[in-house]
């Protein structure tokens, strides 16, 4: 159990262009859907927290209007990175906490994004 | 959150016992220490967590010193696929705080033939 899926795992878009990516919990309803990136051989930096049905809150430094958090269901939450640079290239990682009180975050494979 | 320190990397023989050390002085009475393991391009795994009590599970145990200032996850038959960046994150476990977990640079472990 406890399955988050991302799709897609891989993206090649041109400058300019905008990506989306989805977070899904498989088998469980996540309150809280976490978003990180990850730049190479660095650690994992956390982005934003995204709530079902509320404002996504973002970590300082992080430009909220050029990534797009969007917890429409218990169940996706999507990343969309506008307006995209070479510059954002990096593995976005997302996670979710389910529903219920379990205090456990349970993390998807992961979307390697390159922008040409 | 208490900042953890970790060894940057270390090799250990693959069926040997690997035993990853990690500092947290600064730890709260209310903390807890969890640890995850990145696989090369891949996302975070759980791996085991604890408050006081050493802890076991079907992929690591898990030693806390008494006075909690430090730790060591100990995963008994290394094998290679092993092989991966492993966190230590401590922090607290409600949900006033988030869940925030907050990575660090981890110790990069290399399982070797």
């Known amino acids: 159990g406890a399955v988050v899926s991302q799709h897609p795992s891989r993206v090649i878009c041109k400058s300019g262009t905008s990506v989306k990516i989805e977070c899904r919990s498989l088998?469980?309803?996540?309150?809280?859907m976490f978003w990180y990136r990850q730049f190479p051989k660095q650690s994992l930096m956390l982005m934003a927290t995204?709530?079902?049905?509320?404002?996504?809150?973002?970590e300082q430094g992080v430009e909220k209007d050029k990534f797009l958090i969007n917890h429409a269901s218990l169940t996706l939450s999507t990343l969309t990175v506008t307006s995209a640079h070479p510059e954002d290239s990096s593995f976005y990682i997302c996670?979710?906490?389910?529903?219920?009180?379990?205090?456990?975050?349970?993390f998807g494979p992961g979307t390697r994004l390159t922008v040409l | 959150d208490a900042k953890t320190t970790q060894p940057t990397s270390m090799d250990c023989a693959e069926g040997r016992a690997a035993n990853l050390p990690c500092n947290h002085s600064?730890?709260?009475?209310?903390?807890?220490v969890y640890w995850y393991r990145q696989i090369h391009s891949q996302g975070p795994q759980y791996i085991i967590h604890?408050?006081?009590n050493n802890e076991t599970n079907e992929m690591a145990s898990l030693i806390i010193t008494e006075d909690r200032k430090s730790s060591t996850l100990i995963l008994p038959h290394a094998t290679l696929r092993d092989t991966a960046v492993y966190y230590c994150?401590?922090?607290?476990?409600?949900?006033?705080?988030?869940?925030?977990?907050?990575f660090g640079g981890g110790t990069r472990v290399l399982v070797k033939p």
């Open positions: 604890g408050l006081k």
């Open positions: 600064t730890i709260s009475g209310n903390e807890y």
């Open positions: 994150i401590v922090r607290v476990p409600i949900k006033a705080a988030g869940n925030k977990l907050t």
């Open positions: 088998d469980f309803q996540a309150t809280t």
């Open positions: 996670s979710a906490r389910p529903a219920g009180g379990h205090n456990e975050q349970f």
């Open positions: 995204s709530n079902e049905g509320s404002k996504a809150t973002y």
